[in-house]
């Protein structure tokens, strides 16, 4: 089974501070994304990426940004965290672009920001 | 352009009762349709997915789906719902033109009472 691994199940940052979340899938799939979960708004996609070193940005980037350096690993940034940006990350991969392919989802990763 | 509407925030039901949970989609393009479920403080897992093969499709946990082209509908189902059913369920369309990001809907809350 294809699994994607984000580093942090809970986390708790100060207003200001950069912000890493990493995520590893181990199934060389292309494509790699980047959401938000809230109560009442679903997911909402923040950034996306189709292959090493390239990045799209989803419905709401700002205050964020990625990095894909490794097929592997997709990481988001938070520049400057802010109390909005408490909410569930959820990293998902897909084999590759088409309609036919499903996403994996990581176990997510809780961010509190004080 | 697509979207996806799932018709009830919240769902209610007795176990051992059937389970259905009702999504209308729309899209430009034969649509790829996906359902997935999120158990509390955990990711996404996929429970079943239509791609134009047949209409009636089945996943795990004893779910199944129909793709109902003529109701723009991919109503998820399952005879006997059990506690271990109480969860998020989600519908996800996903066109085949454009860039195939998918759509997810805001979710349905399943609550299975004993």
């Known amino acids: 089974d294809v699994k994607v691994t984000q580093s942090s199940r809970y986390l708790v940052k100060r207003t200001g501070e950069k912000v890493f979340l990493e995520c590893v899938q181990d199934m060389d799939h292309e494509n790699m994304f980047w959401y938000r979960q809230d109560p009442g708004l679903g997911l909402r996609l923040i950034y996306f990426s189709y292959d090493v070193k390239m990045k799209e940005k989803g419905d709401i980037p700002e205050g964020y940004s990625v990095s894909r350096e490794k097929k592997e690993r997709f990481s988001l940034i938070l520049e400057s965290a802010s109390t909005n940006q408490t909410s569930m990350y959820l990293c998902?991969?897909?084999?590759?672009?088409?309609?036919?392919?499903?996403?994996?989802f990581g176990s997510g990763t809780r961010l509190t920001v004080v | 352009a697509q979207s996806v509407t799932q018709l009830d925030s919240h769902v209610s039901v007795s176990e051992g009762t059937p389970v259905l949970l009702r999504c209308n989609y729309s899209s430009s393009y034969s649509p790829s349709l996906f359902w997935y479920v999120q158990h509390p403080n955990k990711g996404l897992q996929l429970l079943l997915k239509?791609?134009?093969?047949?209409?009636l499709v089945k996943g795990i946990n004893g779910f199944e789906a129909e793709f109902k082209k003529s109701e723009t509908s991919f109503h998820l189902t399952k005879p006997s719902a059990h506690m271990s059913d109480a969860a998020e369920y989600f519908c996800?369309?996903?066109?085949?033109?454009?860039?195939?990001?998918?759509?997810f809907g805001r979710g349905t809350s399943l609550i299975v009472h004993p």
């Open positions: 239509y791609t134009s093969a047949a209409t």
């Open positions: 998902a991969s897909s084999l590759r672009q088409g309609p036919v392919y499903g996403y994996t």
């Open positions: 996800v369309v996903r066109g085949s033109g454009g860039s195939y990001i998918p759509t």
